[in-house]
Nanobody, 126 residues
Framework: QVQLVESGGGYVQPGGSLTLSCAAS????????VAWFRQAPGKEREGVAA????????FYAASEKGRVTISHEYAANTVSLEMSDLRVDDTATYFC???????????????????WGQGTQVTVSV
């Protein structure tokens, strides 16, 4: 009964900021990786950032570090992705993903994750 629900997507102008949220339910163990991926039309899904929920370790894609911040509310089982200085090419469907992990490290590869949300659309446009 694991469920991940994304929210916060929408339209934003270039240079603006947006925060996405992922609400997780059904997990019995907080030792898990939670990650954000994005996929633009015609492009492969790519990892943006991840967090080890239990300890708060953060992992970022090299291309996004500095513009993106991932955070979590431990007790509430939520993970947020704060994005700033948005560009048109940030337009994509953003997905929340999770996997049980005991390694205290999180990968940013799609195949590493077992649970996925439905995605939320982010459109950066003038």
């Amino acid at each position: 009964q694991v469920q991940l629900v994304e929210s916060g997507g929408g339209y934003v102008q270039p240079g603006g900021s947006l925060t996405l949220s992922c609400a997780a339910s059904g997990f019995t163990d907080k030792r898990r990786c939670v990650a954000w991926f994005r996929q633009a039309p015609g492009k492969e899904r790519e990892g943006v950032a991840a967090i080890y929920h239990f300890y708060g370790n953060r992992f970022y894609a090299a291309s996004e570090k500095g513009r993106v911040t991932i955070s979590h509310e431990y007790a509430a089982n939520t993970v947020s992705l704060e994005m700033s200085d948005l560009r048109v090419d940030d337009t994509a469907t953003y997905f929340c993903a999770a996997v049980i992990s005991y390694a205290n490290e999180c990968a940013l590869t799609q195949s590493s994750y077992k649970f996925w949300g439905q995605g939320t659309q982010v459109t950066v446009s003038v």
